[in-house]
């Protein structure tokens, strides 16, 4: 039986993008210091082993802290923030509307392959939300990437007008490819998994289970906190180089803002940043930054769901 049918054929478009909404707003502002370290980790083009700037996830931020403050590590959090709302209700909504598309054209078709139909109607959801928040992904990158004792950006606002203003609105949205790439699979393999683990194994766990506002059977608060996880840490790990190769071609312009941090990268393209961080530093520098990003996928991923659900199952609970 589907987990949630009950929940998502009695919430509306509005208590679905608000779900969406506050479960981006809560999972960043808990997670923002793994971003911060994870996209540290992907600008870094010498080895991490001793002698390098970041060496290890506890020196990473030991070093941050001591050089640049506490607060680094939350450096970008507003335009973080911007786009993980505006992510969580895009995306959402999309899905559950894409979702509600698909039960009402063809109830039978759905119920048969409704696996595949929550990979690409992920997929679909992702893509849009990608592209309405992705500015919001540059200014966070820049932020962060920046040195805080030499900074570019006074803020948000700054850096908006001032990459407008430097280098066109189209920067705003260098290393959309890469990231379209890898965010489609990425969402499609998320949203699946999760659907597969709650509507197939957890909810048939008794201590994993509990009753909706309705009276049926759905998995739990646990249940969906650890299917998140799960399909946080398959997501991420099949998708990862793309995002290493994106964050990189975000700073492109940036690099003489950088030079503190050891070599800059300077690339031309996609494919010319991936040939290059390969021949230079190995196929596994593709994966720079991944204990940081794993544990901020299983993470992110855990809470996004779970708080999504929670809510959707609150709202739902005060109507009655």
Known sequence: MWVTQDLERRTSAFQNALAGGAAGAV?????????VLKIRFQLQLEPIKLGSKYTSIFQAVTSIIKEEGVFTLW?????????????????FSSY??????CKRSDPTFYVEHRHWLNFANGSTAATIATIISFPFDTIRTRLIAEQKQQKVYKG?????????????????????????????????IQFAVYKLLTDNVFNKIRFLQRSTVFGTIESSLLANFLAGGIAGIVSKTVIYPFDVIKKRLQIQGFQEHRKSFGRQMYCTGLFDCIKLTVTDEGFMALYKGYCPSILKAILVSALHFAVYDEIKYFLLRIQQ
């Open 27 to 35: 999972t960043r502002a808990i997670a923002q210091p793994l971003d």
């Open 75 to 91: 450096s970008g959090h507003v335009p973080a923030q911007l786009l993980s709302i505006s992510y969580g209700v895009v995306q």
């Open 96 to 101: 559950e509307k894409l979702t509600e598309l």
């Open 156 to 188: 948000f606002l700054n850096a908006l007008s001032a990459i407008i203003k430097t280098e066109g609105s189209k920067a705003l949205y260098k290393g959309l490819i890469p990231t379209i790439a890898q965010i489609a699979p990425h969402a499609g």
